[in-house]
């Protein structure tokens, strides 16, 4: 009702006039704001008789609340730290970015690994060799039917069963199996290796950037430029090149059988080798499941039409097929990677010392419970919200790909 | 791996040599084409990669099989011999590595089933196990779907409260911290099922409101909350947390505390898929109960979930398989549901060895509830979507 020139009529006809809210139940708009304020009212006062009684439960068993106490030194004594980490120095904080630092291992190796198996298996389930197709079949059907746990305890027990250091069995030279979890050979990291590092990184931001280039020549021309011996070149013979002129260094730290423990090299945790097994296996079986549904979600004309092109079956299946049920699988692809980094947290019942289990220690210690749980939540609520942007981004950016 | 089925399974190549057939009905197709030995050919010899792949497989999975028959049956030891203290399991620890020890079961099947119920008030505990599975049966067969199954589970429930708790009708009190095995998994998902569902429709219509902003924010958080956070946090939170927020000197039996988390957690994602249901019933149908003059609730409870509740029926139970094994969580929180009472069947040093043995039977009996119900669900799913596209 500005100053525009509008015919009354005209405007009424448009848009209904506004009505002023009357304070009557029979007005829609009014009873909308009545019940807002009622559930709002209702779960206001329980929150605030929360708080009172906490408040004075607290205050009765003298706990000081704040986080504060993440600046005592923790006293935990912890197996597998990424990090530098003494019982008798380091802090509760600390103890909780290690606990932290070995769930993203667990969570990023376990999504890794669990989308290779699960492609796999999805693919099998698919294939026209029906022993394969029964077996893949078997392999979704019993273990989506078993409860994580359960198989995490299983794969523990089968761990813990594993011959004992005197005799471990070596799978490879300098790897070697045993109660204990597994022994690699670690190399040691020198400059070169670094410097060798950052030269593949550089070789990695070039290889895209020929790529696109590629891409775009393409386009204009038809024609695609070669772009595996730039790959080649950038991503192997250029680091190579860094490391042997800085005097190729290689020297390998060999696990060496002792009486009782290995000496040197890398170990890989009973712990964490029984809780990666057990996520992957089973996350693996919801994966082949997605991936199956979104190879068949494919249209049989899309085969076809690839197959009168003259393509190999192999070619058609990466090049038509794939790409065309990835956009179908992200989705619950991304809610399964969600699933696993939450079950992670499953660790604490076989011992490995993820965020979850330090968590759980430090609040029996400290009496924290408050704030204990609430960084918990607090570290999986971020977890769990940058893999949805991450897969969301990613989502978005193959979603353009389609005309 | 090249050769991919696409949706279904062409048992006749195209090309199959089609000239070779003689052209009278009798006739019987050539080997080659039908029966067996082309099935073989197809399915298992299709080509030189499919071949190489059934004869390694095939080679491992006789390997295993009949390495697990060794194990599992003819090096096994069934029971073991009563001895002075105790059962004597020096059998068994000869067959260790070589055969199964079931043995363990038959002594302990009764602990892993029942927990902690006295021993000689077990029946009680069984005849729980069997009413639950009634009364699966009866909610799953789709005769029964109306009104007074809603009477039939109060009643159930019920029934079931008084065996385990006692205390009434000249049973036996038993507290709830003796409860324990399949029994406590069976009331942790079916109540969980039963107060979480109410509470997601609630929530699913509250996310869904348009009209109420501040309500819809709240079921947003809620349920956005809970899905960002493992089920154990949630645990924990009822374990260690719960206690603080009750007035001095109230104390919630830390079962019911672990039920109330289960429900927070299963209703948070029961409100997902019931507004999945919500959202996939067509326009018209709100619209045309609104042209009708129905009230907000009357339009919800006699048009919309009637229709909506009935599309997510497959979904909702492949949720309810979910929360049927996360229920093992409770283990971490130290409560005796199944899996925790195998657990502790083991912990006894005389059995301490056999824990493959005692997991694969809990594995067998969580499968036999899960798999049943995901067979159901797929079920109803083929049917329901047959009676679409009709």
């Known amino acids: 009702m500005s100053g525009a020139v509008v015919d009354p009529r005209l405007h009424a006809a448009r848009a209904a006039p506004k009505r002023r809210m009357r304070l009557s139940w029979s007005d829609p708009k009014f009873r909308a704001i009545v019940w807002q304020v009622l559930v709002v009212g209702i779960l206001a006062a329980i929150v605030a008789y929360l708080v009172h009684n906490t408040n004075k439960n607290l205050a009765a068993r003298h706990i000081a609340t704040g986080f504060a106490f993440l600046a005592r030194t923790a006293g935990i004594p912890i197996g597998e730290h990424a990090i530098e980490y003494d019982p008798a120095t380091s802090t509760y904080g600390d103890a909780l970015i290690i606990g932290i630092i070995n769930t993203l291992k667990v969570a990023i190796v376990g999504v890794v690994l669990t989308t290779i198996w699960g492609t796999l298996l999805g693919i099998a389930r698919l294939s026209k060799n029906w022993l394969l197709s029964r077996a893949a079949y078997l392999y979704v059907e019993i273990l989506r039917d078993i409860p994580l746990l359960l198989q995490l305890l299983f794969w523990y027990g089968l761990v813990q069963t594993l011959p004992s250091v005197r005799d471990a069995f070596a799978v490879l030279p300098g790897v070697f199996f045993s109660n204990r979890g597994i022994k690699v050979p670690l190399f040691d990291w020198e400059p070169a290796h670094s410097w060798a590092l950052a030269a593949f990184l550089v070789g990695l931001i070039g290889v895209i950037a020929w790529s696109s280039v590629a891409s775009k020549r393409q386009a204009e021309t038809g024609v695609r430029p070669k772009t595996w011996p730039v790959a080649l070149g950038l991503l192997v013979a250029f680091p190579l090149f860094v490391w042997a002129v800085l005097g190729a260094p290689f020297q390998l730290d060999m696990p060496i059988k002792g009486g009782f423990n290995f000496r040197g090299g890398g170990t890989i945790s009973p712990e964490y080798c029984a809780l990666t097994l057990g996520l992957v296996v089973y996350t693996a079986a919801y994966i082949a499941e997605i991936v199956r549904s979104g190879i068949q979600a494919v249209p049989q004309g899309q085969w076809e039409a690839a197959g009168a092109l003259g393509l190999r079956p192999g070619a058609v299946l990466r090049q038509i097929v794939l790409p065309q049920a990835l956009r179908v699988v992200i989705p619950p692809m991304t809610s399964q990677f969600l699933n696993l980094t939450k079950n992670s947290s499953l660790a604490v019942a076989i011992g490995y010392q993820d965020v979850v289990s330090i968590d759980q220690t430090t609040l029996n210690q400290t009496g924290q419970a408050i704030e204990g749980i609430a960084l918990l939540m607090a570290v999986f609520l971020v977890i769990s919200l940058s893999i949805s942007l991450f897969m969301n981004w990613y989502n978005a950016r193959i979603a353009l790909v389609e005309r | ?390």
């Open chain 2, 1 to 390: 791996m090249s050769e991919l089925a696409t949706t279904n399974i062409d048992p006749v190549p195209a090309t199959a040599g089609n000239a070779a057939i003689p052209n009278t009905s009798r006739a019987r197709p050539p080997a080659t084409v039908h029966g067996p030995v082309a099935w073989v050919k197809t399915n298992l010899f299709g080509s030189w990669l499919s071949s190489l792949a059934t004869i390694v497989f095939g080679i491992l999975l006789i390997r295993w099989a009949i390495g697990f028959f060794d194990w599992a049956i003819l090096h096994a030891v069934w029971s073991v011999p009563e001895g002075a203290n105790g059962p004597d399991v020096s059998a068994c620890r000869d067959a260790k590595g070589v055969g199964a020890c079931w043995a363990v079961i038959g002594e302990k099947y009764r602990f892993i089933l029942f927990g902690r119920f006295p021993y000689d008030l077990q029946w009680r505990t069984a005849l729980v196990i069997v009413l639950f599975i009634a009364l699966y049966a009866v909610s799953a067969w789709r005769r029964f779907w109306r009104k007074e199954l809603l009477l039939v589970w109060v009643a159930t429930l019920v029934v079931i409260g008084v065996l385990m708790w006692g205390g009434i009708l000249g049973l036996e009190f038993v507290p709830q911290d003796q409860w324990g095995g399949l029994p406590l998994t069976l009331i942790l998902a079916t109540f969980g099922l039963a107060f979480a569902f109410p509470l997601s429709v609630l929530v699913a219509l509250g996310r869904r409101s348009t009209k109420l902003p501040a309500v819809k924010a709240l079921c947003v958080l809620y349920v956005e909350l809970i899905r960002g956070v493992p089920l154990i946090t949630l645990l924990f939170m009822a374990s260690v947390m719960f206690p603080l927020f009750l007035p001095e000197g109230v104390n919630i039996d830390k079962l019911l505390r672990a039920q109330v988390a289960i429900i927070l957690f299963a209703g948070a994602y029961l409100a997902e898929v019931v507004r999945g249901g919500l959202q996939s019933l067509p326009k018209g149908q709100y619209e045309a109960a609104d042209a009708l003059g129905l009230s907000y609730w009357k339009k919800t409870g006699f048009i919309v979930l009637p229709q909506a509740l009935r599309l997510v029926i497959p979904p909702l139970v492949n949720t309810f398989i979910g929360f049927f094994k996360d229920t093992s969580l409770v283990l971490i929180i130290g409560l005796f549901d199944l899996l925790s009472a195998g657990k502790i069947a083991i912990s006894e040093p005389a059995w301490a060895a056999y824990s493959t043995e005692v997991y694969l039977v809990l594995a067998a009996i969580y499968f036999v509830f899960c798999y049943t119900m995901a067979r159901y669900s797929r079920g109803l799913e083929r049917e329901f979507s047959r009676a679409r596209n009709r």
